[in-house]
């Protein structure tokens, strides 16, 4: 079983930066890939970023391209998003998620992920 917590969610304006911190515990963290995803209302989760079991691969929804990055520090089992010029449509709660693989893989669909997280609220004024 893993537990995971994000945290770093708020209130920016366009233009703004937040970092997201999502810290595991209960498994070794470096056993699995860690993803983020995001869900506004009315709308279905969307894959955010994924980054692979030890750091090395990293994929990301191409509208958050280079304005995103996903990181983790494994001896410290915390994955991050780090988000700049962030955007109005970039508003909704944000997730992470585990997926326990033995593979060096970068999932980016949701139903590969065994664990989530509650969320995390981001909003982003005009």
């Known amino acids: 079983q893993v537990q995971l917590v994000e945290s770093g969610g708020g209130l920016v304006q366009a233009g703004g930066s937040l970092r997201l911190s999502c810290a595991a515990s209960g498994r070794t963290f470096s056993t699995y890939a860690m993803g983020w995803f995001r869900q506004a209302p009315g709308k279905e989760r969307d894959f955010v970023a994924a980054?692979?079991?030890?750091?090395?691969?990293?994929d990301y929804l191409d509208s958050v391209k280079g304005r995103f990055t996903i990181s983790r520090d494994n001896a410290n089992n915390t994955v991050y998003l780090q988000m700049n010029s962030l955007k109005p449509e970039d508003t909704a709660v944000y997730y992470c998620?585990?997926?326990?693989?033995?593979?060096?893989?970068?999932?980016?669909?949701?139903?590969?992920?065994?664990?989530w997280g509650q969320g995390t609220q981001v909003t982003v004024s005009s």
């Open positions: 980054i692979s079991r030890s750091g090395g691969s990293t």
């Open positions: 998620a585990a997926d326990f693989n033995p593979l060096e893989r970068v999932p980016t669909s949701s139903q590969r992920y065994d664990y």
